[in-house]
């Protein structure tokens, strides 16, 4: 999404917005269902059970198995935070540099592409907002049982707003 601006002297010049708008929020520490938008409370986010030390994450109809679990860990002083798999402890929710996300087993180190943020989307809903300011989003047009999850530049779109409910 591009803004084009005049400047006093004349020349156009144009804004790119990066992110989702808002400051980010801090949330409780803990474990969460993750929740899309497009289809609240009927599917949420999920790790595949195969695929070692990489494993794809997706939407998955509700389920209270600790796959569709996400521990909330790692608060910083800017709100951004890790989340763990509640299957596998060692695995990260992490974004590719390819614009997939998956459950990643950074070992003791912590990458930036594990790091998430959280922002206001409205009536309870969040955009969850990775390093270099991209969010979140359901695969379109997608909204069933393997969906995968991705990131992408921010759009305000339904894909992009999810619900976290503490369990």
Known sequence: MQD???PSNGEASEQTPKGAPGGNMRVALGTYKIY???????WLVDMSLSGGDERNVKLFQDNNEPESKWDITGEDNNYTYSLRNIK???LRLTKTSHGSVVAYD???ALSPRSRWSF??????????????????????????????IITTDYAGSAAQKF????V
């Open 119 to 148: 922002r206001d989307a409205g009536n309870g809903f969040v955009y969850i907002v990775g390093a270099g300011e991209v969010v979140m989003e359901v695969k379109p047009p997608y909204t069933g049982n393997n969906t995968d």
């Open 4 to 6: 084009e601006t005049t």
């Open 163 to 166: 619900k976290l409910v503490r």
């Open 36 to 42: 899309s938008f497009q289809s609240y409370p009927g």
């Open 88 to 90: 596998e402890l060692r």
């Open 106 to 108: 950074w070992g003791q």
